[in-house]
């Protein structure tokens, strides 16, 4: 569209929403302490042994829940940069292949439903609809189940667990 004149820099440079930008770039380097220091191995370790008395697609459901809820309290790519390296974490811990684990988190970072924080376009209709923070809790949670229901399955179909 640049290249077309049909949009200018200045324009394009207007629409980027520096603020997410900023917050992408601050929240990688949180991510890769995560995995530096251990802790996304320490997390990780502690979900398998919390659902170590269930199957292994338990694991996957537990991440693919905490992956939801976190993309409601921040953005969407910051939850997929502070998910992937538990879910790798959990995944080696299982003996298990990753491609479940990553997916299940692309999956939960993109469920933002529940609060009007998780995403932007959430903020955006909050006031002209005249939207309540309980709205989301009500109609975000029964999606966020039907999700779950059908994710997982298709998940342990197209990427198996072993």
């Keep these: 569209m640049l290249l077309a004149s049909i949009v200018s820099l200045r324009e394009i440079y207007d629409r980027v929403e520096w603020p997410i930008i900023v917050l992408l770039g601050a929240m990688i380097p949180v991510g890769q302490a995560l995995e530096t220091t251990g802790g996304a191995a320490l997390i990780a370790h502690s979900i398998v042994t919390a659902s170590a008395i ?3 697609e338990a694991a996957l459901v537990f991440l693919l829940v905490i992956s939801m ?5 921040v953005n969407n790519a910051a939850a997929a940069v502070l998910m992937a390296p538990i879910a790798i974490g959990m995944a080696i811990d299982l003996g298990a292949s990753i491609d479940p684990f990553l997916m299940a988190v692309a999956i939960g970072a993109s469920c ?3 609060t009007p924080i998780g995403h932007q376009s959430n903020a955006l209709v909050m006031g002209p609809g005249g939207y309540r923070f309980t709205y989301y809790w009500r109609m975000g949670l029964p999606l966020e189940l039907i999700i779950v229901a059908v994710s997982i399955p298709l998940l342990l179909t197209f990427w198996p667990m072993y």
Excluded: H, K, T, Y
């Design 54 to 56: 269930f199957p292994p």
């Design 69 to 73: 809820l976190l993309s409601d309290l």
């Design 112 to 114: 933002a439903f529940l």
